[in-house]
């Protein structure tokens, strides 16, 4: 039973492109988060996706960052023209409910980096 | 509010040594609170859950307690070896959501 599932690992970006990041959720699980952990500093959430929709993006910049959990397919997480301060990791983890008394099993994050 | 404080935020031992990593929540209301391991530069390595009916939770030489009333956890490493030199996280689930503290870096000489 694979667990949560992120790619790529290690993600380089020039200022301006476009970062895709990648979360595969364990099997049965229908429930998504996304943090990121900029360097030196802690964990923040970003945003929750259940299937088709965004529960809460409380946490995710409003500009240039967006998310989805499309019907078919894994979670993305998209940042468009990336600049240096988007340089973190992004972990994902997932849940196979909303029982809030559920672990959020983690994948192993992408280390993006923003040259 | 809930914030999540993690003191100290670096801890050197020599090896052998009992040591106990503090956390404290500032809201009582949360659903459980999980320990977490994280090497340089890897990913985040779950030690151990403890659901808010509970006390305590033990996974060998590891030992967590919760006592939400006073907003306030502790991790037990018992017998310390140099491989446990890591970072520790602790986060507290509210509704959905993990809450972080900064880490405990521990350091552990041989």
């Known amino acids: 039973n694979a667990g949560v599932m992120q790619n790529p690992r290690h993600l380089v970006r020039r200022r301006g492109q476009e970062a895709r990041l990648r979360c595969s959720p364990m099997?049965?699980?229908?429930?998504v988060y996304w943090y990121r952990q900029l360097p030196e500093e802690g964990l923040k959430f970003m945003v929750y996706l259940q299937k088709e929709n965004i529960i809460d993006e409380s946490g995710m910049p409003k500009e240039r960052f967006s998310a989805e959990f499309p019907k078919e397919g894994p979670s993305i997480l998209r940042i468009q023209q990336v600049v240096r301060g988007d340089s973190a990791a992004y972990f994902c983890?997932?849940?196979?409910?909303?029982?809030?008394?559920?672990?959020?099993?983690f994948g192993p994050g992408t280390r993006l980096t923003v040259t | 509010k809930q914030e999540v404080t993690q003191i100290p935020a670096a801890l050197s031992v020599p090896e052998g040594e009992n040591l106990v990593l503090n956390c404290s929540f500032t809201d009582s209301a949360i659903y459980n609170l999980q320990w977490f391991r994280q090497d340089p530069g890897k990913g985040l390595t779950s030690l151990l859950l403890i659901q808010s009916s509970q006390r305590e939770q033990t996974s060998g030489r590891l030992n967590a307690s919760l006592d939400k009333s006073s907003g306030r956890s502790t991790l037990y490493i018992a017998a310390s070896q140099p491989g446990d030199s890591a970072t520790y996280l602790c986060a507290v689930k509210g509704d959905y959501q993990l809450i972080w503290g900064a880490g405990t870096k521990l350091i552990i000489k041989p």
């Open positions: 099997k049965g699980h229908s429930h």
């Open positions: 983890a997932s849940s196979p409910n909303l029982d809030s008394t559920y672990e959020q099993y």
